[in-house]
T-cell receptor
Framework: AQSVTQLDSQVPVFEEAPVELRCNYS??????LFWYVQYPNQGLQLLLK??????LVKGINGFEAEFNKSQTSFHLRKPSVHISDTAEYFC?????????????FGKGTLLTVNP | EAGVAQSPRYKIIEKRQSVAFWCNPI?????LYWYQQILGQGPKLLIQ????????DSQLPKDRFSAERLKGVDSTLKIQPAKLEDSAVYLC?????????????FGPGTRLTVT
């Protein structure tokens, strides 16, 4: 079984400050890892994904994340946030192997960027 | 290209009534997913279709929920009868093929309120 833990339910930051949203996963097999963003009253949009290769992945809107296999983490970072980054962020895991590729989501982290 | 379409966007019903949601995936996408997102939680997979066949419905409450995907394109999710705990956002997503399921594209969702 796979699971995802997002350690912070809410993260308030000031505009232009750096931010890190934390995500840990558990899985008995190799994984694909994702970060999605959800703006109010909208569906989820893929920010970035780790499939294989370089452990540092870059996504849209200046976000990046680092896969750390030994710590089973996939933390999301941005060096300088904007008001428009205010949204809910979801980490998700998709286990490799087997006949069914199922996305399991964390509970989300609400990022609030204040002026 | 057009995204995943869902309707209605909002629905308010009384408990024990029935309700149906519609989803039109991205053209050419073989795999279609229905998720339930309860307030404060991440999306939970209810059912996954590959063309018009069900791949995974292990988390679908089959005593009250049903879904179909006739002709392998549009899909309908039905709840009958609804309970208070069914209040949630119902998200539809699609992907090209099941083994590409990490590339899921989400619709805007239908917000259901059961009173």
């Amino acid at each position: 079984a796979q699971s995802v833990t997002q350690l912070d339910s809410q993260v308030p930051v000031f505009e232009e400050a750096p931010v890190e949203l934390r995500c840990n996963y558990s899985s008995s097999v190799s994984v694909y890892l994702f970060w999605y963003v959800q703006y109010p009253n909208q569906g989820l949009q893929l920010l970035l994904k780790y499939l294989s290769g370089s452990t540092l992945v870059k996504g849209i809107n200046g976000f990046e994340a680092e896969f750390n296999k030994s710590q089973t983490s996939f933390h999301l970072r941005k060096p300088s946030v904007h008001i428009s980054d205010t949204a809910e962020y979801f980490c998700a895991v998709n286990c490799r192997g087997g006949s069914n590729y199922k996305l399991t989501f964390g509970k989300g982290t609400l990022l609030t960027v204040n002026p | 290209e057009a995204g995943v379409a869902q309707s209605p966007r909002y629905k308010i019903i009384e408990k024990r009534q029935s309700v149906a949601f519609w989803c039109n995936p991205i053209s050419g996408h073989a795999t279609l997913y229905w998720y339930q997102q309860i307030l404060g939680q991440g999306p939970k997979l209810l059912i996954q279709f590959q063309n018009n066949g069900v791949v995974d419905d292990s988390q679908l409450p089959k005593d009250r929920f049903s879904a179909e995907r006739l002709k392998g394109v549009d899909s309908t999710l039905k709840i009958q009868p609804a309970k208070l705990e069914d209040s949630a956002v119902y998200l539809c997503a699609s992907s090209l093929f099941i083994y590409d399921s990490y590339e899921q594209y989400f619709g805007p969702g239908t917000r259901l309120t059961v009173t």
